[in-house]
T-cell receptor, first 115, second 117 residues
Framework: AQSVTQPDIHITVSEGASLELRCNYS??????LFWYVQSPGQGLQLLLKYFSGDTLVQGIKGFEAEFKRSQSSFNLRKPSVHWSDAAEYFC?????????????FGSGTQLTVLP | DVKVTQSSRYLVKRTGEKVFLECVQDMDHENMFWYRQDPGLGLRLIYF???????EKGDIPEGYSVSREKKERFSLILESASTNQTSMYLC????????????????FGDGTRLSIL
């Protein structure tokens, strides 16, 4: 069965510092990978996705993520964090064939941004 | 703009009550989902539906049921609410081939925070 691990429950960074959120997955075939962000009181918004091709994908709000098959990882990065990036971030993995209906989510990483 | 609307942002009910959570999407999506979100556990899939009147169990269906009589509406039902069902509930929808082609595989509502007293 597929699974997603986000090893960091909570991360604190200063505004303007760089950010990396970790995501490791377990999946039997080529995965479809996603990062979502959830601002307080809101639903989830898609930041970026990886289906195939270039392993470095660009998303909205200046985020990027790199797919590393050898490490089963899909880490999210941002070179300079803004106070508005404070939110909870979820990594998710989906099936690469067959039913396209389900995503498996990680437990989330809460990001705090210090002024 | 695409929209998934959950009927209540906050809901307080009592143990043993029958509770209905409603979700409506305006994107003509085939797939709809109900998740619950708990601290440290992320999102866990309760039920999903891939067509009108069709439903499948997710990872944690116990204590819940669903109804999809119309394509745009997906209801989550707590037959007899219990305190361990206090949680944030998120509804989502996607098109049938969304995961391969769409920019947004699943669209989420803003959630319903349900408290069972």
């Amino acid at each position: 069965a597929q699974s997603v691990t986000q090893p960091d429950i909570h991360i604190t960074v200063s505004e303007g510092a760089s950010l990396e959120l970790r995501c490791n997955y377990s999946y039997g075939a080529t995965p479809y990978l996603f990062w979502y962000v959830q601002s307080p009181g809101q639903g989830l918004q898609l930041l970026l996705k990886y289906f195939s091709g270039d392993t470095l994908v660009q998303g909205i709000k200046g985020f990027e993520a790199e797919f590393k098959r050898s490490q089963s990882s899909f880490n999210l990065r941002k070179p300079s964090v803004h106070w508005s990036d404070a939110a909870e971030y979820f990594c998710a993995v989906g099936p690469s064939s067959g039913s396209a209906r389900q995503l498996t989510f990680g437990s989330g990483t809460q990001l705090t941004v210090l002024p | 703009d695409v929209k998934v609307t959950q009927s209540s942002r906050y809901l307080v009910k009592r143990t043993g009550e029958k509770v209905f959570l409603e979700c409506v999407q305006d994107m003509d999506h085939e797939n709809m989902f109900w998740y619950r979100q708990d601290p440290g556990l992320g999102l866990r899939l309760i039920y999903f539906s891939y067509d009108v009147k069709m439903k499948e169990k997710g990872d944690i269906p116990e204590g819940y049921s669903v109804s999809r009589e119309k394509k745009e509406r997906f209801s989550l039902i707590l037959e007899s609410a219990s305190t361990n069902q206090t949680s944030m509930y998120l509804c989502a929808s996607s098109s049938a081939t969304a995961i391969f082609n769409s920019n947004q595989p699943q669209h989420f509502g803003d959630g319903t925070r349900l408290s069972i007293l």
